[in-house]
């Protein structure tokens, strides 16, 4: 079987001003010149009465040099460990201090998540808050994957809609609402079986994209055909491209992307994912179920009839203008 969808070095900067130890490798510094000052002076004083070197002299000279060689190695010692210890007070100190810090920010924001879920699940159940506050709390339920009772999400829904012709407030907080509702729906059990394609009969269907957004992925159930008057189907009104096939799947599954269902006929399809839009011209939907889908949808008299269609039930059957 197969199937034919057609479509008319980030970086990271440490600062260090390491004022305390500064002044310890200034003191350190003059002490060096300190005691380098007094080994010469002692050398000089011990070596004036004798106009040349002689054996006795060297003695002298050559323990005064490894003096300041005793000395300078111990001050060097003394300031590679202020260095070093400066250098892993600020390399390691902070990096400490901010994995504490981070431990706690992922923590604060798990409580703040928390409450804001909260605060909306109380939201969605108020009809009279206003529009634009249930817009939000319905859009954090649904990104948040959070579950509210159905009954509780329609009945306030239904309240956007109960004085006519909403305002383009009300009318954005119901299509969140739908947006919502679907994402309280469960695939069919059949949709679940979706498989890769396999040689055999060719189906074609077609659905009309929407300009700059990405496409959706069509699959269809396996081992579940039907006669062809049951099979799903997505096709232009008017067309049936698989009219001739005596069988077809039992479900089309769209997955991600945008489409328009304006000026077409649908059957037996699971849209999973998908950015729908509608501007209210003829449309035909037989068993057409929305899964955590969002809508774009112009709010008119089709517009309207077709959210409350989507509101009251998963499975959706609907025809407007043909």
Same mark, same amino acid.
Request: aromatic letters at 6%; hydrophobic letters at 30%; a negative charge.
């Given at each position: 079987m197969s199937l034919i969808a057609e479509n008319h070095a980030n970086s990271e900067e440490v600062v260090y001003?390491?004022?305390m130890q500064d002044k310890e490798l200034e003191a350190l510094l003059n002490k060096i010149g300190h005691k380098i000052s007094e080994s010469v002076k002692s050398t000089s004083l011990q070596t004036q009465p004798v106009p040349t070197p002689t054996k006795h002299t060297w003695p002298v000279v050559v323990g005064a040099i490894a003096g300041i060689v005793a000395t300078l190695a111990i001050i060097a010692g003394g300031i590679r460990f202020v260095v070093s210890s400066a250098i892993t007070d600020a390399l390691?100190?902070?990096? =400490? =201090?901010?994995?504490?810090?981070? %431990?706690q920010g992922v923590s604060l924001r798990r409580d703040v998540d928390r409450l804001l879920d909260r605060s909306a699940q109380n939201i969605i159940k108020n009809p009279a808050a206003p529009a634009a506050d249930l817009k939000d709390a319905a859009n954090h339920l649904q990104q948040r994957k959070i579950q509210t009772p159905v009954q509780e999400v329609v009945s306030t829904g239904k309240t956007l809609?109960? @004085?006519?012709q909403p305002n383009s407030e009300q009318w954005q907080a119901f299509l969140a609402f739908v947006g919502y509702r679907t994402f309280l729906n469960a695939k069919p059990d059949s949709? &679940?079986?979706v498989g890769p394609l396999q040689p055999g009969n060719t189906w074609r269907y077609g659905f009309s994209p929407i300009p700059g957004k990405h496409e959706p992925v069509l699959t269809f159930t396996q081992g579940l055909g039907v006669p062809a008057q049951q099979a799903a189907r997505m096709d232009r009104i008017g067309v049936d491209q698989n009219g001739a096939l005596p069988r077809g799947p039992l479900l089309l599954v769209a997955t991600g992307g945008a489409i328009s269902l304006d000026d077409w006929q649908?059957?037996? =399809?699971?849209?999973?994912g998908v950015e729908i @839009?509608?501007?209210? &011209?003829? =449309?035909i939907l037989e068993n057409v179920t929305f899964v955590n889908c969002t809508f774009v949808m112009d709010n008119n008299i089709p517009g309207r009839r077709l959210g409350e %269609?989507?509101?009251a039930s998963a499975a959706v059957s609907f025809k407007s203008g043909a």
């Open positions: 001003s390491p004022d390691i100190g902070p990096s =400490t =201090t901010l994995t504490s810090l981070k %431990e809609l109960a @004085h006519g949709a &679940q079986a649908m059957r037996n =399809t699971v849209f999973d @839009h509608y501007s209210g &011209q003829r =449309t %269609e989507m509101l």
